[in-house]
């Protein structure tokens, strides 16, 4: 009789709890690491976007007022102390030709005021918002160069007020950066002040809080273009406004970049990953 072959025991497929357990906390770490590097990234490009970009047209606006006693296209013989002052009239007479013996009254008093300094094309009035005004004749590269003053590296010679970044949704956007004389009243800040256009949300909030502290929209130095006024008298110093609370930029499944289109995302909310963030436009005054 052939004896019988010896019994073998099947090993048992498949993986144990354990060894699930640990695969999946392998890539719970890792797509957490992942998430963690791309947060990392964009406040590296934020805090690059502010030292490279921001403060140097900061430190070059100061220096131009230091160098030349006036501040940016003003009249060095008659300064009137705004923005592209040399442009303005006073009693129907340019205002750096009026005599030394005439009252000039009031910034207010003076016409053909609040123009836009911008490089190149620049962006018509009311072509961001309500709050845009006419563009000044004066350029803003070539004030800085006759001053002799470096500019900033912008997206390259010619285009130095200029700055290319990436929004929250990986898509390419664009600052660029002005600078005019808001009439007193103006919610967005009264006097000399820099336009910086092409703002996402997050991107404004990084800006916001290094230069007054605190994130809010319509308080302190750097306030978006535009924001509604605080009239009611109860609500005065009460909390003001998000940088447009999201990093959507839709209207009625349209995509929307007209005025109003950060009113409009906080109301939609659509946020796909093909969309462009919404884009603010802010003010940032000046101490000249």
Not at 90 to 117: H, S, W
Not at 124 to 146: F, H, I, K, T
Not at 168 to 179: P, R, T
Not at 252 to 279: F, K, M
């Amino acid at each position: 009789m052939k004896p019988s072959a010896p019994f073998r025991r099947v090993g048992q497929a498949g993986f144990t709890l354990i060894e699930i357990a640990i695969v999946l906390a392998v890539i719970g770490l890792i797509l957490g690491a992942v998430s963690v590097g791309k947060d990392i990234q964009r406040n590296a490009e934020y805090s690059k976007a502010a030292n490279k970009y921001l403060y140097q047209w900061k430190a070059g606006y100061d220096q131009y007022y230091q160098r030349t006693g006036v501040v940016l296209g003003d009249c060095q013989q008659a300064p009137t102390y705004m923005v592209n002052g040399a442009e303005t009239t006073f009693a129907g007479n340019p205002a750096c030709t009026r005599t030394g013996g005439q009252g000039v009254g009031l910034p207010e008093n003076f016409a053909n005021i609040g123009r836009r300094i911008s490089q190149g094309q620049g962006f018509d009035a009311n072509s961001v918002g309500a709050g845009d005004p006419q563009v000044a004749v004066q350029s803003l590269r070539d004030l800085m160069l006759r001053a002799g003053i470096r500019l900033a590296p912008g997206r390259g010679e010619g285009h130095e007020d200029r700055y290319l970044y990436t929004d929250s949704n990986g898509n390419a956007s664009e600052l660029q950066i002005a600078f005019q004389w808001n009439r007193p009243g103006t919610v967005s800040g009264a006097g000399n002040v820099m336009v910086i256009r092409g703002l996402t949300p997050d991107l404004a909030r990084y800006f916001d809080q290094m230069i007054d502290g605190k994130p809010d929209a319509r308080e302190g130095r750097f306030r978006i273009q535009n924001s509604a006024s605080n009239t009611a008298g109860h609500l005065g110093n009460a909390p003001g406004d998000q940088w447009a609370a999201n990093n959507t930029i839709a209207r009625n499944g349209d995509i929307a970049t007209g005025p109003g289109s950060e009113t409009n995302a906080q109301v939609s909310g659509r946020s796909l990953d093909e969309d462009r963030v919404v884009l603010v436009t802010a003010h940032w005054s000046m101490e000249q």
